[in-house]
């Protein structure tokens, strides 16, 4: 492979590239390079918006380079404050702690283990002495700080702003100097706290490390970039059937971008499906079968995007229940109260519940349910159905 060839392959689906030249430089160094992806672990998935820029760092380790994974255990409880409106809400270290250990299983599934490193900020964040705070803080001027967007535009509307928030990026250019990043990856709207990075690897006499973006990733609802704190998100390790069901729903305007970020298309082939859809060769319905059987077939595999496709057909074109649902088995109480049940059942809050059950959502056996307690009898034997996609099967 060429040395442009390497350049072209990162530089594809990348936001941006900051200094431009300077990564066919650090490429040319002759030996692995040290690429940093730092991801806070303030939720337990890892969706696919986070996926496009693991599969970036995946590319740099395909080329022989070394992936720093850090997992930002000491950064989560500071709370990035980018493209924030207020103040984020601070986590504790047990909620940290917990999200990490979900987290670390599903970034295997998308980097290779031979040249990895993982590890957790707090190896150095947690025990910098005030004297080292000081001489980090040194790093930057309040000056540079308000040139960042969000910063200066909740300082001229009143909103405050933290000092603590002033440490995060200095914090994560910290990170980059513990590791000694050539390069450090992020999604774009990360990109003044990657170029903040290089101004403290300065500070500390480090080579400063080149900066690379990628898009965000729109969510399912095609306004917002994904989010599960929005609840617009897929993760990687969501059932197929649910994976290939929840990209069947996106808007039809948000396929490019997917084609583009969530899968393994050329270039080239995601053009000729944006060309087809344009001049209606190509249904966007059957554009977006095939979206989701890409998705599906990256994270489990061509059999199940098929046997994923089928189940979606089943329910959907021919209004069959799905072959498999979970199975639960009802309590004693009678009768049962659904939104409690749909609380415990499908993880979400007692608002939400009323709210599906006012707007006829939930059904039983076809049957819509409109009150929220139900006789024990009317449930057991039968198929409880929220939405499109959630079913459950009531045992006694």
Known sequence: MSADQPIELLRRNADMVVPEDELGEKLSLGRPLRVKLGLDPTAPAVTLGWAVVLRKLRQFQDLGHTAVLIVGDFTAQVGDPSDRAATRKR?????????????????????????????????????????????????????????????????????PVSVMEFLYPLLQGYDSVAVEADIELGGSDQLWNLLMGRTVQQRYGQQPQVALTVPLLVGTDGKEKMSQSLGNYIGIEEPAEEMFGKTMSIPDETMPSWFRLATDLAPEEVATIEAHLETGHLHPAEAKRRLAGEIVGLYWGVEAAKEAEEAFDRVFKWGEDPESMPEHSLGPDDPVHVPSLLRDLFDLSGSEAKRLIDQGAVSVDGEIVSDQHVPRNNLVGRVLKVGKRRFTRISG
Do not use: P
């Open 91 to 159: 986590m504790s270290a047990e909620e940290v702690a917990g999200y990490a250990e979900s987290l670390l299983g599903q970034f295997r599934r998308i980097l290779s283990e031979e040249n990895l490193e993982i590890r957790k900020n707090s190896e150095w964040l947690a025990g910098l002495g005030m004297t080292e705070v000081l001489e980090l803080t040194s790093s930057a001027t309040v000056a540079q700080m308000m040139e960042r967007a969000d910063f200066a535009k909740r300082h001229q509307e009143g909103t």
